[in-house]
């Protein structure tokens, strides 16, 4: 009984995960996301990089 319920759990799992894979396929390398010139560290916010770069 036990494994019963192990193995459906486990399918039920896969499943869900193959799911996963069609809705969000693997992202590409860039996400977009601004990056100093510099350094080429991600930007979060307004301000400029920690590095003193232009950002």
Not at 7 to 27: D, Q, W
Not at 35 to 41: A, G, H, L, Y
């Amino acid at each position: 009984m036990i494994f019963k319920i192990i193995s459906l759990f486990l399918i039920f799992m896969a499943v869900l995960a193959l799911f996963g894979r069609l809705r969000f396929p693997k992202l590409p390398g860039k996400t977009g996301m601004k990056r100093c010139p510099d350094c080429k560290r991600p930007l979060i916010g307004k301000g400029p990089c920690s590095c003193g770069g232009k950002a």
